[in-house]
């Protein structure tokens, strides 16, 4: 048995749409020559039309119940196209011969076979209506002849337009010019059809690589990949919006021009080549001898032919990106309409992901970032907490015990602020603190927002006594903060809290070592505030 396809699917339903239009046709064109049209056909030749009409309905209705079983369709199109065109040269000689309006016929029969199943299929058909011209050509009445006979007498031109011979053939040429051309167009749509299939299978195929949760520069990379590798591109650069500017996010396969330095590679959204890009929205192209901004110089040189694509919302310009155009045998190097098109797609779909992205990213950081102090919240610090104590579980492991500290701080008497000067002061007071502290600390040091006047501090390998001079640091930058309300008053010197707890080797969970550094900030507390205190080791001395 013939393997089943999507193709055999795909022509098991022409199949039936065409035999049904056959059907209902038969069965109005027969309706029409027995009442209407009755005076159109030769009473001898009669049974051989209702002949021809039974066979043919007889033909149609089995193939249409062929066409709801598995099997390949294509000797049931070649039965049903036989049935047909006999049937037709049937109704054709009975009707007038070459003079029967009904000719026509076989121009629509290899009209339809040709647009559902192809050019070789209506290149069969135009055979069997050429056979079938023949036929009638052959056995057609003689009513013809003498029409052309008289006419000739008052119109030569006419006359000769009436001969049976002239007839045949002006069918079998319009026959034959229709079946070409249905062909040409049919190929020519299904082609386009085909082209744009895969179009789309190959968007589909890389749209998993612009994954937006991976975070907007991801995508912008893995888009310069996809312009190189999957497209053929030689070169491709991608710029996004950032403050005003076109920023370079990513490229692929581009070399440095020696005499552009690297930090000249931003576009200023006011030149030229950006706004007549991304006034026209659509696909740009650049001349090996078109001048084009030093970014581009620097990347691709000064010669390459480049195609500018933009990268836009309804809303707003996201960015653009730049690939460089191949030449092909020889010829000047041009993007095919195909590959316009490509890339306006590929640009469209890019468009929305990294939109997406963006808005995934601001999301992300709303969730774990305090608004009024610009840092990581509560959510944050569990989260980076619990991937530092996983590193000393497995650096442990490998045998490698490295320390890691965490501290409290809390601003003495804060309430007070807030009570004396406001809430909005209060906010200030904060902020200011957590500039300090972020300042003071090492960059690989993690301030948040505990909570309230609290923050916490991660300090990844620090031992206890290194743990201990940075959270004394932080308390003395706090102190030395001058600091004015809103209202213009002075504020009172700022003085903070400090418990630091350390662990080294064996991990503990988020929850005791936050316990142990909580006891020393209390500890701190109650010595006096404006200390810090240490939980292994409460005795060391301020310096």
Avoid at 197 to 218: F, H, K, M, N, S
């Amino acid at each position: 048995m013939a393997r089943w396809s999507s193709e055999h699917a795909t022509h098991q339903g022409r199949l039936r749409a065409v035999t049904v239009g056959r059907v209902v046709t038969a069965l109005l064109l027969a309706a029409l020559l027995a009442t209407v049209l009755r005076d159109l056909t030769d009473p001898a030749g009669r049974p051989l039309l209702a002949w021809a009409f039974g066979l043919h309905l007889l033909v149609q209705l089995g193939a249409l119940l062929l066409t709801r079983r598995r099997t390949e369709p294509r000797s049931s199109v070649e039965v049903t196209l036989l049935a047909d065109v006999g049937a037709l040269a049937v109704v054709i000689a009975v009707t007038g011969g070459l003079a029967s309006p009904l000719a026509a016929l076989l121009l629509t029969e290899a009209v339809a076979v040709t647009l559902l199943f192809g050019r070789w299929a209506g290149a069969r058909a135009s055979i069997l209506g050429s056979l079938a011209i023949a036929w009638v050509f052959t056995t057609g009445p003689s009513a013809l002849d003498v029409a052309a006979t008289t006419a000739r007498r008052a119109d030569l031109s006419t006359g000769i337009a009436l001969e049976p011979p002239v007839r045949a053939l002006l069918l079998l040429l319009v026959l034959w010019i229709t079946t070409l051309a249905t062909g040409w167009v049919a190929d020519v749509i299904e082609r386009d059809l085909r082209r744009r299939t895969e179009d789309l299978t190959l968007l589909r195929e890389v749209t998993p690589d612009l994954d937006p949760r991976q975070g907007t520069i991801a995508v912008a990379e893995a888009l310069a990949e996809v312009l190189v590798d999957r497209l053929g591109h030689p070169a491709s650069a991608i710029w996004l919006v950032d403050g005003g500017q076109l920023e370079l996010t990513a490229e692929s396969g581009t070399r440095q021009h020696p005499s552009i330095e690297p930090a000249d590679r931003s576009l200023d959204l006011e030149d030229d080549l950006v706004l007549r890009t991304l006034a026209a929205d659509t696909v740009h192209p650049i001349r090996g001898t078109d001048p084009r901004p030093e970014p581009l110089v620097a990347l691709f040189g000064d010669r390459a032919p480049l195609a500018v694509v933009p990268l836009g919302l309804d809303d707003g310009i996201v960015g653009l990106f730049v690939v460089e155009v191949t030449s092909r045998l020889g010829r000047r190097p041009t993007l095919r309409i195909r590959e316009l098109r490509l890339l306006q797609m590929l640009a469209e779909q890019a468009s929305l992901l990294l939109e997406n992205a963006r808005l995934q990213t601001e999301l992300a950081d709303q969730a774990i970032t305090d608004a009024v102090t610009g840092l990581p919240n509560h959510r944050y610090l569990q989260q980076r907490l619990g991937a530092e104590l996983e590193r000393l579980s497995r650096d442990e492991d490998r045998g490698d015990r490295r320390p890691l500290s965490v501290a409290l701080l809390d601003l003495d008497h804060f309430k007070a602020v807030n009570d004396t000067y406001g809430h909005p002061t209060g906010d200030l007071v904060l902020a200011a603190v957590a500039e300090a502290a972020q300042r003071t600390l090492r960059g690989s040091d993690v301030v948040c927002r505990y909570g309230g006047e609290e923050f916490a501090l991660i300090l990844p390998e620090t031992n206890e006594s290194a743990a201990w001079l940075a959270c004394e640091r932080v308390r003395r930058a706090v102190r030395e903060l001058r600091l004015t309300a809103l209202d213009g008053r002075a504020l009172p010197m700022v003085t903070a809290s400090l418990g630091v707890a350390t662990i080294a080797g064996a991990a503990l969970d988020r929850a005791t070592i936050l316990a142990r550094a909580d006891e020393a900030l209390y500890a701190a507390k109650n010595g006096g505030r404006d200390r810090v205190i240490h939980d292994a080791d409460r005795t060391v001395p301020l310096p």
